[in-house]
């Protein structure tokens, strides 16, 4: 079992959805916190409110992880403060989708940048300290139900979701000789602010049929806080695979036993989707 209890924990995208509610759940378990996200006001918003519950944030600063030399003067001083971290979390993240004849590269590179290059960057600059060490610790890495299946439009999201996977499916025995776990977190629907702020190449957000969409995906979503005692709970228990619902956990098991179900089931939300789409003239 991996205890947080006074543990060092690194929380990317930490101002707010899951990075926040996970920022919460483990100062509540006794975790100290290094908290970091691009939006440096609602960052500190989160640091204080955790103070004020008694929680310990040694350091909240606000870095983009796509920015390689940020990390690093992140890393810089992160580990002038306190050594190293013992558990690190990669849930920064932004979501793209769109058909390939509509998504520009500005949409892809940005993406590929933020959900893969970030988690790398942050891997690069804290894992080795951890292993140095010696004292074992915890990767986490925030993929998504996308980065297990082919979701429609996804794409650009799914790239970097399923490389994130790769990454950890490696490191998951590259660094258990150094008694460090790996948990891969693979979420369904949650009602974060990423539901309000993802770009879809060739559509029209505003568009009425878009937002009563939307509103049907969150009467599924879990909630934030949900979800981040879903991961806690996997890192505790030192679990590689990692689901926020449980519709995730069993439709991945279909695909794995059942994966002529799976390709029916894509082929089925991609027209339904593309149709929608089209009859309601959201594709522009």
Not at 95 to 124: F, S, Y
Not at 151 to 171: D, I, M, N, Q
Request: with cysteine; proline share 3%; net charge positive.
């Amino acid at each position: 079992m991996t205890k947080f209890d006074g543990k060092t924990c690194l929380i990317t995208g930490a101002a707010s959805g899951l990075g926040r509610a996970t920022a919460f759940a483990a100062a509540d378990k006794g975790a100290a916190l290094i908290l970091t996200d691009i939006t440096a006001d609602a960052l500190e918003s989160t640091a204080r409110e955790i103070r004020e519950r008694g929680g310990e944030v040694v350091l909240a600063e606000a870095a983009d992880v796509s920015d390689h030399t940020a990390v690093v003067g992140l890393a810089a001083r992160v580990h002038e403060l306190v050594g190293h971290v013992d558990i690190v979390m990669n849930v920064a993240g932004i979501a793209t989708w769109g058909t390939v004849d509509k998504l520009t590269h500005q949409q892809w590179r940005r993406t590929v940048d933020i959900n893969l290059m970030g988690p790398i960057h942050v891997i690069e600059e804290f894992l080795p300290p951890m292993i140095a060490a010696g004292r074992g610790g915890h990767l986490v890495n925030v993929s998504s139900a996308a980065g297990l299946f082919g979701l429609p439009w996804h794409a650009p999201y799914s790239a970097t979701k399923f490389g994130l996977r790769g990454v950890s499916e490696v490191l998951r025995f590259d660094l258990r000789r150094h008694r460090i776990g790996v948990s891969l977190v693979c979420p369904g629907a949650m009602a974060t602010p990423m539901v309000d702020s993802v770009d879809i190449a060739g559509v029209d957000r505003n568009a009425e049929a878009l937002q009563k969409a939307m509103k049907q995906f969150l009467r599924h979503a879990v909630t934030p806080e949900q979800a981040a005692a879903a991961v806690v709970k996997g890192v505790e228990r030192n679990r590689y695979y990692v689901y926020t619902s449980h519709d995730i956990r069993l439709a991945h098991w279909g695909q794995r036993y059942v994966p002529f179900g799976y390709d029916l089931v894509m082929r089925a939300m991609n027209n339904f989707m593309t149709s929608y789409a089209h009859k309601n003239s959201l594709v522009r």
